[in-house]
């Protein structure tokens, strides 16, 4: 009578699924480690952009109320422009128009 070999199945089967979870492991925290580095990249550069946008719009106070309190001039047809950059791609353009002409005109009509 022959005896059967079935025993060497089931050790073999046991160490390719061992092996197979350590590698399956290993594939997810690499994919978890890159995308948790390409969100920080992500985060810190749009904390920038907004840094510096929020710079410009300060920027872009100030010199509206530099012009209301009378430190700037108007220029032509009394409109003011002014451009403050972002990034290089990018700017804030400010355009005041006066409205001495359409209060004077008002108050004199009344």
Known sequence: MEARRS?????????ILLIFAV?????????TL???KADYNL???LAQRQLAYYRACHEGNAFVA????????FSQDD???????????QS????LMSNIKNNS???TNK
């Open 23 to 31: 590698l399956s492991l290993i594939s997810f925290a690499t994919l």
């Open 43 to 45: 985060s810190n550069n």
């Open 7 to 15: 025993k060497g199945i089931n050790a073999g089967s046991a160490s």
């Open 66 to 73: 530099a012009v209301n309190s009378g430190y700037e001039n």
């Open 79 to 89: 409109i003011i422009k002014k451009s403050i950059p972002i990034t290089d791609n």
């Open 105 to 107: 005109t008002n108050s």
């Open 92 to 95: 804030l353009d400010i355009t």
């Open 34 to 36: 890159v995308n948790s």
